[in-house]
């Protein structure tokens, strides 16, 4: 399990998070929803100890990450694998390279078992044959995947996705649905942050809801829908009216 | 925070830095790639803009010195000045503000941008560290490069100089060249060649820092380099200063 304790982060005057604590279950699917600007990156850096909380504390395997040293972070970090919501792909290198560039214990592997891995990935993601453009040859929704394939390439215990859905086609947006769920079968974490509510509950199996930086609801599905909080009912109001909306309801039963 | 409080601050973190350089600079064997490659970009692009500014510098020198020589029938010491002048002075002061201008605006620049889109995050969140994979490699180029570049500078400034003071002094080439080598002392020597590292080290540790600590988008990217390139230079004719006062009278 992985704890947020009380977490509060201020940057330059700005409150980003507000007293947050929140649990993430292993094996588990993890959503964290929120409007623009609530918060929702923030929590994923200071899971990765990107940023220090100025109180507070983030506990991963039973060990405090803000009192563990550069190389037990460092150790943390391989076993957690991030997409950013920028994507953050190294633009000097080519989409393999990206892939490749983390992998640990890649000297020891030969020329054709890197190259099976890249091939693996990249079908993984729907990208086969793009290991040798470079970021910016690449449309953002390819960036986004080629992103994720790099999050996945060491087998990660944890995955942290931020935003992996916005501004893909349904069809990615699929895949990528179908991808968080294998992964959940493999025994991996997720933690995915959107504010698409349809692919939110499409894999989600905990939800929490955060807004200007405090948490307002956490829990299952039902527990987020029965909410009386005044801000989750407005959040999830056009989803529910949606699901009432009769061409919504109709193309879902003529499709099955 | 007040300007003083923000400079001791920025200077707080720079220490940092260099600690953290030294701390793992054992790592520069997992990276030799990315160093071997900052060394070809600081060596192959760098030179032509070297030779052409210790090539001008060397035949002003022997031009300007000439000049005031000749009014004295003392045409044969403008070998001497301008060996001694290129190898202690002129030679690592001009090779380091090109290169605090070129390699600075570099890595300011690359590196403010791998900030800027979260690169930077992206190498950490691996489990990677940026002073490993991105500062150290590039002190390890500039510290060897920066010695073998003033080094053309040098010699291409007294070439300069000596086909100049043939022409217009007439002085006889070899023995424009035996003594502009003769001249040249061991701490001569000594002195001309440290200072490119010092040089070499500090161009590359301050713009790595501003590149680092970029924020405030594209304006901010355009501050910090502007910042590099200043601070370098002004911290190359400090360092010179010293140099030229300080280490030369221990010597
Ligand atoms: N580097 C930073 N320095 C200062 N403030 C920041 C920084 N990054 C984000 N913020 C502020 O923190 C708040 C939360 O940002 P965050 O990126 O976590 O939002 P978000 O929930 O991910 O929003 P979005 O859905 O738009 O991505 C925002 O008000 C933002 O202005
Ligand atoms: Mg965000």
Not at chain 1, 36 to 45: H, N, P, Q, V, Y
Not at chain 1, 178 to 199: A, F, R
Not at chain 2, 129 to 158: H, N
């Amino acid at each position: 399990m992985i704890e947020l304790k009380n977490i509060s982060i201020t940057l330059n005057d700005n409150v980003i998070l507000d007293d947050v604590t929140l649990n993430i279950e292993m094996g588990m699917n993890t959503i964290v929803l929120g409007p623009s600007g609530a918060g929702k990156s923030s929590i994923l850096k200071i899971i990765l100890g990107l940023w220090k909380p100025d109180n507070g504390e983030i506990i991963f395997e039973g060990k405090n990450v803000c009192k563990m040293t550069d190389d037990e972070i460092l150790q943390l970090r391989k076993k957690v694998g991030i997409v950013f919501q920028g994507n953050a792909l190294f633009d000097s290198l080519t989409v393999a390279e990206n892939i490749l560039y983390f992998l640990p214990g890649k000297k020891k592997l030969s020329e054709n078992e890197l190259k099976y891995k890249i091939e693996e990935l990249l079908s993984f993601v729907n990208l086969s044959g793009t290991e040798n453009l470079y970021p910016e040859e690449l449309s953002g929704g390819m960036k986004k995947r080629v992103a994720i394939a790099r999050a996945l390439a060491f087998n990660p215990q944890v995955v942290l996705f931020d935003e992996p859905t916005t501004g893909l086609d349904p069809i990615n947006t699929e895949s990528i649905l179908e991808l968080i769920e294998k992964l959940k079968q493999n025994g991996t974490t997720s933690v995915v942050v959107t504010h698409i509510l349809d692919d939110a509950i499409e894999v989600g199996d905990n939800f929490i809801v955060i807004n200007e930086g405090k948490i307002v609801e956490a829990g299952s599905l039902e527990k987020i829908l029965r909410s009386k909080n005044p801000f989750v009912n407005e959040f999830f109001k056009r989803f529910i009216e949606e699901n009432h909306n009769p061409f919504i309801r109709i193309s879902k039963e003529v499709n099955k | 925070m007040t300007r003083f409080q923000k400079m001791i601050f920025g200077l707080q973190e720079f220490s940092l830095l260099i600690k953290d350089i030294f701390a793992h600079l054992g790592s520069v064997k997992d990276n030799w790639t990315e160093t071997i490659q900052e060394m070809y970009l600081i060596g192959t692009k760098s030179f032509f803009l070297i030779f052409l500014g210790g090539l001008f510098i060397g035949i002003i020198l022997a031009i300007e010195t000439g000049h005031q020589l000749e009014t004295f029938g003392a045409t044969a010491w403008i070998a001497k000045t301008v060996s001694l002048g290129m190898v202690r002075e002129l030679g690592p002061v001009i090779a380091g503000l090109l290169l605090a201008a070129r390699t600075g605006a570099k890595n300011t620049s690359e590196l403010g941008a791998m900030q800027l889109s979260e690169q930077i995050d992206a190498l950490r969140a691996f489990g990677a560290s940026p002073v490993e994979k991105l500062v150290i490699p590039r002190t390890i180029a500039a510290l060897v490069m920066f010695l073998p570049l003033t080094l053309i500078a040098d010699i291409v400034g007294i070439l300069g100089g000596m086909l100049v003071s043939n022409q217009t002094f007439h002085s006889d080439i070899s023995v424009f060249w035996n003594t502009a080598v003769t001249s040249l002392k061991m701490k001569d020597l000594f002195v001309g060649f440290l200072k490119p590292i010092f040089f070499g080290f500090f161009i590359a540790t301050i713009s790595c820092y501003f590149g680092l600590t970029t924020k405030g988008g594209t304006t901010g990217l355009g501050k910090n380099t502007i910042n590099a390139v200043v601070y370098s230079s002004a911290l190359i004719l400090v360092i010179d200063f010293i140099f030229t006062k300080v280490v030369w009278e221990l010597l």
